[in-house]
Structure formats: structure tokens, C-alpha cells
């Protein structure tokens, strides 16, 4: 097996001053060395992973990775700045740089070998050791873990010897563990007969590369220091060992430390947990074993249940606007397939038996299988019911957020009784959030032993549930219904520059972050509208401008690459072909690649086209009673010609925008086109390729 690292893939005077251009530098290194195969598919794929979460961290470090289909074999590439570059760290800018390139396809072994790097990162020795190096060859043997020649001290665990430590060191099971003399530790607190605090905990990033193994290792080495036995299972991309579950049993509390769901999390249930990022694992260890430990003491427990990090209600330090929009995107992400089966049925229904079939009698008195009419009143009835769970879904799954398990019997009876008073969408919104923080405080309150294991089952969702339905009917149900009976007034009453407006704004959302939060707001405004027996047009109307101008990024990136496709990377001409039936159906996702690669351009360029599609959906007067767009829902469109004109157009206006930017760039010779860090000058073999600093 060839080496990881060689003294080609080092650079100790690493002049980048942003973390894409460094990100770049050492990309080229391994590009020159065989090792990645499509420089700019490569970062493309480096920028996605980035823009999940930052790879910054504590210590002036930067360990921008990714598994990429253009990566040979696993390999490390070293940088040493002098100025810092920053890559979102709390502290401040890394002078430490680590690209870390995994094949998509890579071993357990080679996984393995990653992974012990991330663990070295938080051994101080060498850290400070990489920061002294003087040469590019000494500085790959430290961190390839080679035997030091002459007088060069030897520096912690290396590399290659602490490959084990990657997926368990001591442990029987596999696992990793804090200190062997965890015991000792704990007696200087508690006495020498007492049981030391026992912490299971979990870690996982999106890559289980690098912050997996990070986190571990932090946690460790906090659980060390504290004097209490700590256990953890790193749930890597290499795949995971299972904690022993008599270890599980006899463990006091849990830690969560991830960026992807815990897999069979409902092994930790019925204990006090923390449930975190797992950047919060890597930089502020001891806070949460202090905080898991306060936890014990006041009894407080929780489920099971694996939510996902839009799921959790926020680590501790994140804003109240962030942990919010992770509560409302929880319910949104729940709602969305009730959405989409009960309106696509309701629309078929419609389509094959016209809007009159809404007053069928009912299925189970009336159904003859050889008629039309039977089978259209029954894809009716069957999405009314769906469409009869969005709001309960939605409040219940917001509450899930809040508070997990708990959280879901009062937040679906309250999104029940929202939808029964008519308090629609709005109520939903408040009931969810009631629902969460009552169980929250309830959660919070210091109850006896004894009564604890009844606690998830019983008492919470009775006392809470009381809570939030007298809430509901007495006191802010009957307001929240009028307002939502103004909102929906206000909507029928739109015609005119007013309803151009904001079918515009509505445009420009969608087309914002590409099925991101704002472009989920806009999708949920719309259905919100259709999401009764019998829309308005007015709300028809919002549901098409929202649909047609969600298709125009992908669509219009796919026209550029075929109209001037020397613009573009090969990798991003086959995206574009991909995009053609991705736009056509209805996935605005399918434009984040290009994106991602130069966010300056396209955005801006797919806002314009998505405002203007919306705005010309919404003039022509198009309307769209299914909850979806693509070339599937045209029948089911009033004025489809119309709308399809609108699309082209903002299609049109995106590409040309797209081509008229790049190729402001291709002729920016020598210099820097502002908003394209980057890009690089063209390869020899395409002198055409646009070309930028």
C-alpha cells in the first residue's frame, strides 16, 4: 500500500488566505501526485461537505474532507500558514491544515488510518510539533507516525501504530474508552469504595472521518480529567462496534455527539442524555459531562427516538432564531409526504372526475368499480384523509423536535384541536411549540426515583396534554383562528401588481438556497393554501408560481452547459445532463452543484429567473391544485401553456445570466474576477476554458 502522505503533499509556506484557495492549493498537489483525478469535481465535492458544517477547530486547525468518486486512494495533504485561514473555528483562524481525501469506495483499513489522524489532531504534542517542523520530508514522517532518526523526540501516539485507537483501544468490545484507571480517578471525588459516574457516548459527523473520531477522542480525554468512566462508540464511515449492553445498562447517563442519526439509538433510551453537535463534542467536552451530570442528579430522562440534526432543538450556545428554525423545519420535513400523497390524489381525483367530485357520497356506500367517477371520488376521499393529518403532523413533529419523544401526544392533540377550531396552519405552528416547551419545563422539574420510569409514559404526556388542550380551546385558539380566516381573506383578495409581487418574492425564495429553509418556507406558505377540500384560486394560483419558478435553477443551469459548455468543468457538463430531468422534475437540488462551485453567479443568477417565472405564473393566472411541480402535475395545471412560458423564460433569463457572468470571467485575464476564489486558469488541452486567479 502506497503511503498517505509524502513530502510532495506538504507545503510549509501555505500562502492561501481563504479557505477555498488553500482547500485548492494542496487539491493540486494531490492532482499532480495521481492521487485525485478531477481537481474541480473534487472540490465541488469538498465545498458540499464544507458548507454542511464547518471543519474548523479549536487550536488553529482546519481539516477540510470529503469521500469523493475522484479520489485514487486514500490520502493527506499538509498546509502550515503563517497568516491563518479561516475555516469557522470559535478561536479564530487554523494555521493547520489537513485535506483529507477518501475514495467513495474506501476500505475499513484505509478509513481506519484517517480516523487516527483525527485523534492526533487533539493530542497537543502533536499539534506543537507540526507548527516547529522545518521540512517538508520530517514534517510527513511525524505525521505518518515513522520512527524519528537522530535526535528528534518522539511525539505522542503516531499515526500508523494508533490506527487501532480509530475504531477501539482497550475495550472488550471494541469500543473506545477513557483512562484504564478511570476507577482511581473517580476516588479522590467519591471515595474509594464508591462506583465511579459512568457516561456511554456516541459520536458521528456526515463524513465519519474526521469529526467522528475527534469527538471521541476529546470526550475521552475530558472523561479522564473528570474522573469518571467514560465509553464511546464512534459510528464512522468504516461502520461501528456496538457498546456491550450490560455497559449500557450500568452507564449513568448518555452522550450524543453527532451530525447524523445515532443508528439504533433506542439501545440509550430511559436515561438522562445530551444531545448535541458534534462539533460541541470536539470543543467543549467537560461542559457537557457536567451538564449530562446535572442531569442525573435531577432525574430527568428521555426516549429513544433518532432525530435528525434539523430535528434537535439546538446545542447549548445556539441562538433561539437557529434552534427555532430547526423545530419548524422538523415539522415541515414530517409534513411534506402527507402533502404530497394527499394533494396528488386530490388532484387526480379532480383531473379524472372534475371539481364536482369533491360532493361524492362516500366510497363505502357508493363504488362501482367499472366507473370513472368511483375511482376519482375515491382518490378524493383517500387525500382528504391525508390532507385531514398535516396540521396534527405538523405540530406533533415540532414538539418531536423540541422535546423528542415525549413531545409528540400533546403536540398532535394539539394540531388536532387547531385544525378542529379552524385555526389551520397557524394554530399548528402554536400548538407544536407550546406542546415542546411544556414538556421541556415539565421535564425540568426534580421528581422522586421512584417515579421516574413512569415518567415518559404516563405523566408527561398527561399533564402536558391537559396543558396544551385547555390552552388551545380557552385561551389562544379562537384569536389564531381569525387571524388564519384574515390571512386566507387576504389571499382571495390578491389580484393585480400585488399578486405579481409576490409571486416574485415567492420566486426568489425558492430559488435561494435550493431546497434549504427559506426555499422550504416558500413550498409551506403554498400548501398551506390548498390544504383544504376546497382551495381558492387566489391559492391556486400561489401553489403554481411556487412550483414553475422551484424548476428553473436546475433547467437552466442544464441550458447553459449545453450552450456553452466550455464554460464549465467536464464533471459540471454531466451534472447539467443529470439536470434536464431533475428540473423536469420538479428538484431544484439538482443546481447545488453548480452552486457550490461558484455560489456568486449562479445564485444570484437563479434568483432573478425564479422571481421572474413567479411573477409571470402568477400574471398569465396559472394554478396548480397538487402540491408539486414537474412535468407529472401539466395536466393538472389551469392555463398550462402559460405556465410553461413562464418557466422557459426564467429558464432563459438564468442560463444567459449564468453565460454572460462566466464569460465576464473568461476574459478577466490574469486577474481575479471578483466572487471566484475558486476558480483556476484553464488546462492547456481546453484554451478556451474560462479563466480566472
Known amino acids: ?102 475514495p467513495a469506495g474506501a476500505d475499513d483499513a484505509h478509513l481506519t488510518i484517517l480516523s487516527a489522524l483525527a485523534r492526533q489532531l487533539m493530542n497537543a504534542e502533536f499539534t506543537s510539533a507540526l507548527r516547529s517542523v522545518g521540512d517538508a520530508e520530517s514534517a510527513a514522517a511525524l505525521i505518518r507516525g515513522d520512527e524519528p532518526e537522530g535526535g528528534t523526540d518522539s511525539v505522542a501516539t503516531p499515526v500508523a501504530a494508533s490506527a487501532g485507537a480509530a475504531t477501539g483501544s482497550s475495550a472488550a468490545d471494541g469500543s473506545t474508552t477513557a483512562a484504564a484507571t478511570a476507577d482511581q480517578g473517580a476516588g479522590a471525588d467519591t471515595g474509594a469504595d464508591a462506583q465511579p459516574f459512568r457516561i456511554v457516548a456516541v459520536t458521528s459527523c456526515p463524513t465519519g472521518i474526521a469529526h467522528t473520531y475527534m469527538a471521541a477522542e476529546a470526550l475521552e480525554n475530558a472523561g479522564r480529567d473528570a474522573g469518571v468512566e467514560l465509553v464511546v462508540e464512534p459510528q464512522g464511515s468504516a461502520g461501528f462496534t456496538r457498546l456491550d449492553p450490560a455497559v449500557i445498562a450500568a452507564a449513568d447517563a448518555v452522550i450524543f455527539a453527532h451530525d447524523v442519526p445515532v443508528r439504533e439509538k433506542e439501545r440509550f433510551a430511559g436515561k438522562p442524555t445530551i444531545d448535541v453537535g458534534v462539533k460541541a463534542g470536539i470543543n467543549r467536552p467537560d461542559e457537557l459531562i457536567t451538564e449530562v451530570r446535572g442531569k442525573a442528579e435531577r432525574g430527568e430522562v428521555t426516549g429513544g427516538s433518532a432525530p435528525t440534526p434539523v430535528e434537535r432543538g439546538g446545542e447549548a450556545g445556539e441562538g433561539y432564531g437557529s434552534m427555532l428554525r ?137 399533564i402536558s396534554t391537559a396543558i396544551v388542550g ?130 456568486l453567479r449562479v445564485i444570484p443568477s437563479s434568483m432573478v429567473g425564479g422571481a421572474i417565472t413567479g411573477s409571470l405564473s402568477m400574471a398569465f393566472g396559472a394554478t396548480l391544485r397538487a402540491p408539486h411541480g414537474g412535468i407529472f402535475v401539466v395536466p393538472l395545471i389551469g392555463h398550462a401553456f402559460f405556465y410553461l412560458i413562464a418557466i422557459a423564460v426564467g429558464m432563459c433569463v438564468t442560463a444567459g445570466l449564468v453565460v454572460v457572468l462566466k464569460g465576464m470571467r473568461k476574459q478577466s485575464v490574469g486577474g481575479t474576477a471578483p466572487g471566484a476564489p475558486e476558480d483556476i486558469a484553464a488546462p492547456a488541452a481546453e484554451p478556451k476554458q474560462p479563466v480566472a486567479a
Not at 408 to 419: C, D, K, N, Q, T
Not at 476 to 492: E, F, R, V
Not at 527 to 532: D, L
Open 470 to 599: 385547555f390552552l388551545m380551546f380557552v385561551v389562544i385558539g379562537k384569536p389564531i383562528a381569525s387571524a388564519q380566516k384574515g390571512m386566507t381573506d387576504w389571499l382571495n383578495g390578491l389580484s393585480g401588481s400585488n399578486a405579481i409581487l409576490l409571486g416574485a418574492l415567492l420566486g426568489l425564495m425558492m430559488c435561494f438556497d435550493l431546497g434549504g429553509p427559506v426555499n422550504k418556507v416558500a413550498y409551506t406558505f403554498a400548501t398551506a393554501g390548498i390544504a383544504v377540500s376546497n382551495p381558492s384560486d387566489s391559492a391556486m394560483k400561489i401553489m403554481a408560481a411556487v412550483m414553475a419558478a422551484g424548476m428553473v435553477p436546475p433547467l437552466a443551469m442544464a441550458l447553459a452547459t449545453t450552450v456553452r459548455g466550455k464554460l464549465f468543468t467536464e464533471t459540471e457538463r454531466e451534472n447539467g445532463k443529470a439536470a434536464w430531468v431533475l428540473g423536469a422534475s420538479f428538484i431544484s437540488e439538482g443546481a447545488i452543484p453548480f452552486a457550490a462551485a461558484d455560489p
Open 1 to 102: 500500500m502506497s503511503e498517505m502522505i509524502t513530502a510532495d503533499l506538504v507545503d510549509l509556506d501555505l500562502s492561501a488566505d481563504t479557505k477555498e484557495a488553500a482547500a485548492r492549493a494542496l487539491a493540486e498537489r494531490m492532482v499532480a501526485q495521481g492521487r485525485v483525478t478531477d481537481l474541480e469535481g473534487f472540490l465541488a465535492d469538498v465545498a458540499a461537505r464544507e458548507a454542511q458544517m464547518p471543519t474548523g477547530l479549536d487550536g488553529g486547525i482546519g481539516i477540510p474532507h470529503c469521500r469523493s468518486e475522484y479520489v485514487t486512494e486514500p490520502s493527506l495533504a499538509f498546509g502550515r500558514s503563517a497568516e491563518g485561514v479561516d475555516f469557522g473555528a470559535p478561536d479564530g483562524p487554523a494555521d493547520l491544515i489537513f485535506l483529507i481525501a477518501a
Open 326 to 462: 430547526k423545530w419548524l423545519m422538523s415539522g415541515v420535513s414530517y409534513m411534506v409526504p402527507f402533502v404530497a400523497a394527499g394533494g396528488l390524489l386530490i388532484a387526480l381525483g379532480f383531473a379524472i372526475g372534475g371539481y364536482e367530485i369533491k360532493s361524492a357520497p362516500s366510497v363505502m356506500q357508493h363504488f362501482v368499480w367499472t366507473q370513472t367517477d368511483s375511482w376519482a371520488a375515491l382518490m378524493f376521499q383517500i387525500g382528504a384523509v391525508a390532507f385531514g393529518f398535516l396540521v396534527p403532523v405538523l405540530a406533533g413533529y415540532i414538539a418531536y423536535g423540541m422535546a423528542d419523544r415525549p413531545g409528540l401526544v400533546p403536540g398532535f392533540v394539539g394540531g388536532m384541536i387547531a385544525s378542529t377550531i379552524n385555526a389551520g396552519f397557524l394554530g399548528g405552528l402554536a400548538a407544536g411549540l407550546i406542546a415542546g416547551g411544556v414538556v421541556l419545563a415539565i421535564q425540568k422539574v426534580k421528581i422522586p426515583k421512584a417515579v421516574r420510569g413512569i415518567m415518559p409514559v404516563v405523566v408527561i404526556p398527561l
